[in-house]
């Protein structure tokens, strides 16, 4: 029998997290009798033994609830509390795919758009897949890039606080994204990143020439950066968290103690240890054990 933790969390602007779905999950699992709410009407902690996967009990608890906005995970009830986040970027910490809007901005956000979703099915190289971007971005002026930043991007919710509660109880946080460091720079500032990564865009006359500066930051990129910060930091590849949405972060997903697929559509659900499908980005502090007292919010 396995000692473990199952956290239920609502999204409580759809459907409150209440004591009648804590008794239809208690009913079919060997509890140790003991819950703990970690806010009120939006996350639970239910205490299981059993001989099963926490992989097998999250999904027989999401079946239970099916029909729910309710997100299930279940984690070792050992070293919940992660010292390394490192999180990919577009539709992950903020709402859009910056390429997309960059694309958007000039006319050919379909064409770039339909790139966009081939890689992050995991239907393309993510360096095909920048290089035919780039050739259609070619010619594009700086200012743009900064009128995109401004007017188009916006934080997923709970993004900050995530980074800020994980910064307070001394996590290291990083931004590792197949973007751009035009963008990773400004957001990893904005929200309160350690650092950051990206890809470097190379400009002529204040114009994008469609190239950018090698290595492409990539899959195994993604994967090598949180290896080396666990070396350098003295921590073990259990002792972080991942979050991503595609094919991209797979690697990385597949690396971490705690690997999250984060509102994805397929492409990342098999790799990762758990799903937050309905929940905002403070579903990644409840499934570690923080209670929503304990956040820094902003």
Not at 21 to 42: M, Y
Not at 112 to 122: D, P
Not at 283 to 291: D, K, N, S, V
Request: proline share 2%.
């Amino acid at each position: 029998m396995t000692s473990c933790v199952l956290t239920l969390i609502s999204n409580a602007k759809s459907l409150p997290l209440e004591p009648v779905h804590i008794a239809r999950v208690c009913q079919h699992f060997v509890t140790t009798g003991k819950t703990d709410w970690l806010a009120e009407s939006e996350a639970c902690d239910i205490f299981i033994e059993s001989p099963l996967s926490t992989t097998d009990i999250a999904k027989q608890a999401r079946d239970i609830l099916s029909g729910t906005a309710i997100d299930t995970v279940c984690t070792s009830i050992k070293d919940r509390r992660k010292k390394l986040l490192i999180s990919d970027m577009d539709s992950t910490i903020i709402d859009q795919e910056c390429i997309d809007e960059l694309g958007d901005a000039i006319g050919l956000g379909s064409q770039i758009s339909e790139i966009t979703s081939a890689l992050v099915q995991g239907e393309i190289s993510v360096a095909d897949a920048m290089r035919k971007r780039l050739e259609l971005m070619k010619g594009m002026k700086h200012h743009l890039l900064e009128s995109v930043y401004k007017e188009r991007i916006t934080l997923k919710t709970g993004a900050r606080t995530l980074v800020q509660t994980m910064r307070r109880y001394g996590a290291f946080c990083i931004l590792v994204s197949g973007g751009f460091t035009f963008f990773t720079r400004r957001i990893a500032e904005r929200i309160g990143f350690h650092d950051h990564y990206g890809n470097k865009l190379v400009f002529k006359d204040e114009k994008l020439t469609g190239e950018i500066q090698k290595p492409i930051l990539g899959r195994s990129a993604k994967l090598n950066t949180l290896t080396s910060i666990c070396y350098e930091k003295g921590l073990e590849p259990s002792e972080a968290l991942a979050v991503g949405d595609g094919a991209n972060d797979i690697e990385m997903i597949k690396a971490a103690g705690l690997g999250v697929a984060f509102h994805n559509s397929g492409s990342l659900r098999k790799y990762a240890n758990t799903c937050i499908d309905h929940g905002d980005l403070t579903a990644l502090l409840y499934i570690q054990g923080f209670r929503k007292s304990e956040f820094v919010l902003s």
